[in-house]
């Protein structure tokens, strides 16, 4: 197996050189070399031509980030990338961390000539991050908050409702406080290079792709976005959303500020629709008496169809809170939780294989570590689902 034989196996150390050795290119590919594998064999989704999940043709695509602790232990937070240029004759360092009002380093020893002598040479690209534990501020999860220094696994994982499983299709790590707003454009644009046959009915994300140019993504190759609502400010005033038009979990207001009721998504146009149903008439407020709307020949009243952002009254478009699907509706919800969970389910397989701490030095060694752990989870499911069958025909 691999020219290995019986009583000659390579060491841990001689494997990791060997694959260390790969390159990026490759590593990177391995994934979507696996998935086009199950597409030549017809194993990926959909396998029932009746069902109604996904409503699109295409396969579900789920994304999320992982922090993953570095090798090296952290021994300043504030640490930057200038903390590792080196010094010549009459110049100084900027310290970061000082200028936060913390001790930090003058640098003005020997010891800190090439770099400071607080920075981890082993993890240069390793950062310090807190994770809150939530992005929408309706969500807050104290005890999931917790301080990172390392990096970002970010993993575009496909979602087999049928099977009940998913593949990680392509996988890229990161310093720890790179933003997913850089990180998501670029690599659904390796996915799409790598894997240009590769259908996408819908994507599903938290609230951190809650931003337009993300959005825009998503919608430009004719996806569903199934993304978390990113909130504001705003949002908590009730005249602020009346005069916008809309509330903060996205649904459309009438001119008298109710909320308008979900009528259905065409799929072909990719637009929702909402209606009014006539609410004002079952009001006592004798200002809603005269609404325009109210005629009784036309009994869903005022229409609104919404694609990928909202029209503000000053003719601006607004995508933040504009979703295809109404925010916690059963078919929200339907989609939202199964695939959120492939993610968490990826992201714990690969802290159950010890990896919480990366067990390689740098981003390139992270990196490696992360997409051939990836690798594996999609071969274990393999091996799973095989087994699976065999039993059944046993």
Same mark, same amino acid.
């Given at each position: 197996?691999?020219?290995?034989?019986?009583?000659?196996?390579?060491?841990?150390?001689?494997?990791?050189?060997?694959?260390?050795?790969?390159?990026?290119?490759?590593?990177?590919?391995?994934?979507?070399?696996?998935?086009?594998?199950?597409?030549?064999?017809?194993?990926?989704?959909? $396998?029932?031509?009746?069902?109604?999940?996904?409503?699109?043709?295409?396969?579900?695509?789920?994304? /999320?980030?992982?922090?993953?602790?570095?090798?090296?232990?952290?021994?300043?937070?504030?640490?930057?990338?200038?903390?590792?240029?080196?010094?010549?004759?009459?110049?100084?360092?900027?310290?970061?961390?000082?200028?936060?009002?913390?001790?930090?380093?003058?640098?003005?020893?020997?010891?800190?000539?090439?770099?400071?002598?607080?920075?981890?040479?082993?993890?240069?690209?390793?950062?310090?991050?807190?994770?809150?534990?939530?992005?929408?501020?309706?969500?807050?999860?104290?005890?999931?908050?917790?301080?990172?220094?390392?990096?970002?696994?970010?993993?575009?994982?496909?979602? /087999? /409702?049928?099977?009940?499983?998913?593949?990680?299709?392509?996988?890229?790590?990161?310093?720890?406080?790179?933003?997913?707003?850089?990180?998501?454009?670029? /690599?659904?644009?390796?996915?799409?290079?790598?894997?240009?046959?590769l259908p996408v009915s819908e994507l599903v994300a938290d609230a951190a792709l809650g931003y337009t140019p993300c959005l825009d993504v998503i919608y430009d190759v004719q996806a569903i976005p199934i993304v978390y609502?990113?909130?504001?400010?705003?949002?908590?005033?009730?005249?602020?959303?009346?005069?916008?038009?809309?509330?903060?979990?996205?649904?459309?207001?009438?001119?008298?500020?109710?909320?308008?009721?979900?009528?259905?998504?065409?799929?072909?146009?990719?637009?929702?629709?909402?209606?009014? $149903?006539?609410?004002?008439?079952?009001?006592? #407020?004798?200002?809603?008496?005269?609404?325009?709307?109210?005629?009784?020949?036309?009994?869903?009243?005022?229409?609104?169809?919404?694609?990928?952002?909202?029209?503000?009254?000053?003719?601006?478009?607004?995508?933040?809170?504009?979703?295809?699907?109404?925010?916690?509706?059963?078919?929200?919800?339907?989609?939202?939780?199964?695939?959120? #969970?492939?993610?968490?389910?990826?992201?714990?397989?690969?802290? $159950?294989?010890?990896?919480?701490?990366?067990?390689?030095?740098?981003?390139?060694?992270?990196?490696?570590?992360?997409?051939?752990?990836?690798?594996?989870?999609?071969?274990?499911?393999?091996?799973?689902?095989?087994?699976?069958?065999?039993?059944?025909?046993?």
């Amino acid at each position: 197996m691999l020219g290995f034989t019986a009583d000659a196996t390579p060491g841990a150390s001689t494997l990791r050189t060997f694959y260390h050795a790969l390159g990026e290119a490759l590593g990177t590919a391995l994934c979507p070399r696996f998935i086009q594998l199950l597409a030549d064999a017809e194993l990926l989704p959909p $396998h029932d031509p009746d069902s109604a999940v996904p409503a699109r043709d295409g396969l579900p695509l789920a994304v /999320d980030g992982q922090l993953l602790e570095a090798h090296t232990s952290e021994r300043c937070a504030q640490v930057t990338a200038s903390c590792y240029q080196p010094l010549q004759p009459g110049q100084s360092r900027p310290c970061p961390a000082r200028e936060a009002g913390r001790d930090g380093c003058a640098c003005d020893t020997d010891a800190c000539a090439q770099r400071c002598h607080y920075t981890t040479p082993r993890d240069a690209e390793a950062r310090h991050i807190h994770y809150s534990g939530s992005n929408q501020d309706d969500e807050t999860d104290k005890q999931r908050e917790r301080d990172v220094y390392g990096y970002r696994s970010y993993a575009h994982t496909l979602v /087999d /409702d049928d099977l009940h499983t998913y593949w990680v299709a392509y996988t890229s790590v990161h310093p720890a406080t790179t933003d997913e707003r850089v990180i998501f454009p670029r /690599d659904f644009a390796q996915l799409q290079a790598q894997l240009p046959e590769l259908p996408v009915s819908e994507l599903v994300a938290d609230a951190a792709l809650g931003y337009t140019p993300c959005l825009d993504v998503i919608y430009d190759v004719q996806a569903i976005p199934i993304v978390y609502i990113r909130h504001a400010p705003s949002d908590s005033d009730p005249e602020a959303c009346q005069l916008r038009g809309y509330d903060r979990r996205g649904r459309p207001l009438c001119i008298h500020g109710h909320p308008m009721a979900f009528n259905g998504l065409d799929y072909a146009r990719l637009r929702a629709c909402w209606v009014c $149903h006539q609410v004002c008439a079952r009001t006592t #407020n004798p200002a809603e008496r005269d609404c325009p709307f109210r005629d009784p020949e036309h009994p869903l009243g005022l229409v609104r169809h919404v694609k990928r952002a909202f029209t503000h009254p000053d003719g601006s478009h607004h995508a933040r809170l504009a979703r295809l699907f109404h925010l916690n509706s059963p078919s929200w919800k339907k989609r939202y939780r199964s695939r959120r #969970n492939a993610t968490e389910s990826r992201n714990s397989q690969l802290k $159950h294989l010890g990896l919480a701490r990366i067990a390689s030095y740098g981003l390139h060694g992270a990196r490696d570590d992360i997409v051939f752990a990836d690798l594996l989870i999609n071969l274990r499911n393999l091996a799973r689902l095989v087994q699976q069958a065999t039993a059944l025909t046993a």
